[in-house]
């Protein structure tokens, strides 16, 4: 069992994505690892920025090793 819960995004290419990944780095117990976005340019560069997993897909982010979502809009 890990000690924090690994959370996906969906809206990784919006900007108050940004604003939440400031607001928990303190935070040992999350980590974020995978992004979902319709905007396959905004994810691409929200995924190198915060070393997420890309998806183009929502059924395949919703698939991945993840224990939480958190939907950005």
Partial sequence: MNDFVKFGIIGAGSAVWRYHKLGTKNNP???FISGYDINEK???RAAKYSKLEPYSKLDDFL???????MVLV
């Fill in 29 to 31: 117990q999350i980590k």
């Fill in 42 to 44: 905004k994810l691409a």
């Fill in 63 to 69: 698939k991945s090793d993840i224990d939480a979502v």
